[in-house]
């Protein structure tokens, strides 16, 4: 089973959500990465991982061409993502919703309507103690392709800072 769809139906998985502006560039990446370490640690059927956007102007789109051709460059597929704009009606189904930066944590925290769904909402990368002191995942948009390169490589860190506080967990069968 792949980590970003549906889980096995014995099993409750741990839901995930990644969010930024659109859903076309830092979330997807984030997602994808995420996958990738799920994947590679065997926990596909412990974990199911999303993205969204705040903003509902890129809904149905691919991945902006940029964030594809980065992942790629690293070997991850992002080719099927097509974005989608975050659901406050499914706060409940998610136990961890990773915002890329703190217009969208605002935004969330916003939309949350209890204090358990606002207590699910984290900023990435306050997950990476090596990027201390950096609270915004930059977005690169209206930027190149370099700077693309820069943000997954901020995305990756904390994906995976993320992932070793949660693997543990994981592995034995809990709930993070």
């Known amino acids: 089973m792949n980590s970003i769809g549906e889980a096995d139906p014995g099993i409750t998985p741990f839901r995930v959500c990644f969010v930024c502006a659109g859903n076309i560039c830092r979330s997807p990446m984030a997602a994808v990465v995420f996958a990738g370490l799920v994947d590679a640690a065997g ?60 217009s969208h944590d605002r935004i969330l925290r916003t939309w949350a309507t209890t204090e358990a769904d606002r207590s699910k909402i984290h900023l990435l990368l306050g997950f990476d103690r090596s990027q201390a002191g950096k609270l915004d995942v930059p977005d690169p948009y209206y930027s190149d392709a370099q700077m693309f390169d820069t943000v997954l490589d901020m995305i990756d860190h904390a994906c995976r800072a993320l992932f070793r506080q949660l693997e543990p967990a994981l592995q034995q069968g809990a709930t993070p």
Not at 43 to 69: F, I, K, N, Y
């Open 43 to 102: 926990l596909s059927d412990r974990v199911e991982v999303t993205s969204a956007g705040t903003g509902d102007w890129h809904v149905g789109e691919h991945a902006d061409h940029r964030t594809v051709t980065a992942l790629q460059l690293r070997g991850f597929d992002a080719s099927s993502h097509r974005a989608k704009q975050f659901d406050a009606d499914r706060f409940p189904e998610y136990d961890l919703v990773v915002a890329l930066d703190r």
